[in-house]
């Protein structure tokens, strides 16, 4: 496999990579920013790009923001944009299961384990939830009747069609078992099961399965490690994931954008994840950044799940382009 051209410090390098592309879609944690910490001269990068003509699309697995907040969070950083250039792996699961499940009434509800990014976006899509941030759910320990509860489904919506797993920062073992016995259908009364698509049991998807978040000069539990992995588990299943790589995601950017995939380049720091997403995707380039999670190293491993075209030391150093 060809080796990624490094452009750091390459002048005519990074002007003959900025001339080949009009979209960058770029990842947010880890290439943007730390946590809060933004990376020095990535606001000026962004108006260098834009200045250029290109157009800079914000495509992030953090389904702890909706795109309002991320439009808040890039703004307030000096990141001029749109909230229409900002696509999240919460509203991708929420156009995913309005526009393209369109459950039936009367399950058609979606029981939320993660954040109130999901819970706005599955709003903003007229999509009905339970769980999510409510406090009720927000609790320590199980008393016997919670066990009885949600085994014989009498404490569990009966109108739950689809578990919608992503980061959770409040998971519990009260809120993993409600979770599980939606996607083993104990809220499905037995004579509904035999009719049933799939015996009842809710549907399985995760915003995204990401391993690690990075914050703070270091990282913490991702979705894939902190909610989604444990209902695998329980399971047995993986879920249907619409964050990066899911092509589901590319094609409802690609829709939004009318993008021309040949002159688009995904720009990010996680190799399964960004670089996974541009290359099966067929974009026309990828530009992975060593501000995040991966490293060389991880790409030159015989099993590197994908291979960036590109790479720089950090998103700023595509400014280097400027002085020519
Ligand atoms: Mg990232």
């Given at each position: ?50 200045s ?28 001029p944009?749109?909230v229409?250039?900002?696509?999240g ?13 369109k ?8 029981f ?29 320990g ?8 949600i085994?014989?489904?009498a404490?569990?919506?009966p109108?739950v069609?689809?578990?919608l ?60 490690s ?15 994931a ?10 409802a ?16 720091d ?17 530009l ?37």
């Open positions: 496999m060809a080796q990624p051209k490094y452009l750091t410090g390459d002048t005519a390098a990074l002007n003959e990579f900025l001339d080949k592309f009009d979209t960058f879609l770029l990842d947010c944690d880890g290439v943007l920013w730390s946590g809060d910490h933004v990376f020095e001269g990535v606001p000026e990068t962004i108006k260098l790009l834009q250029k003509g290109k157009r800079t699309v914000f495509v992030t697995n953090n389904s702890t923001k909706s795109r309002a907040e991320y439009h808040a969070k890039l703004t307030s950083k000096g990141i944009c749109q229409e250039d900002i696509f792996s919460s509203y991708s699961a929420a156009i995913y299961i309005a526009r393209i499940l459950l039936e009434p009367p399950r058609n509800k979606v939320v384990l993660g954040e109130a990014g999901i819970e706005i976006e599955l709003k903003s899509e007229g999509i009905e939830y339970v769980g999510g941030t409510d406090p009720a759910y927000r609790k320590l199980m008393a016997p009747e919670d066990f009885e509860g085994a014989s489904g404490t569990l919506d109108n069609g689809v578990v797993a992503g980061l959770d920062f409040h998971v519990n073992y009260y809120k993993l078992a409600h979770a599980h016995g939606y996607l083993r259908g104990n809220h499905v009364s037995a004579e509904d099961k035999a009719t049933a698509k799939d015996g009842g049991k809710a549907l399985f998807l995760a915003t995204n399965i990401d391993s690690t978040l990075p914050m703070y000069h270091n990282f913490f539990p991702g979705a894939g902190a909610s989604v992995v444990a209902l695998s588990n329980m399971i047995g299943e993986q879920p249907l619409l964050g990066k790589p899911s092509q589901a995601m590319l094609d950017v690609e829709g939004k954008f009318q993008l021309d995939r040949a002159r688009t380049c995904m720009i990010g996680r190799l399964n994840t960004d670089i996974q997403f541009g290359v099966q995707g067929n974009l026309g380039g990828t992975a950044v060593l501000t995040g999670v991966n490293k060389k190293e991880d790409w030159e491993k015989p099993d590197a799940p994908a291979v960036p075209a590109y790479y720089v030391d950090g998103l700023s150093d595509l400014r280097g382009a400027a002085s020519s």
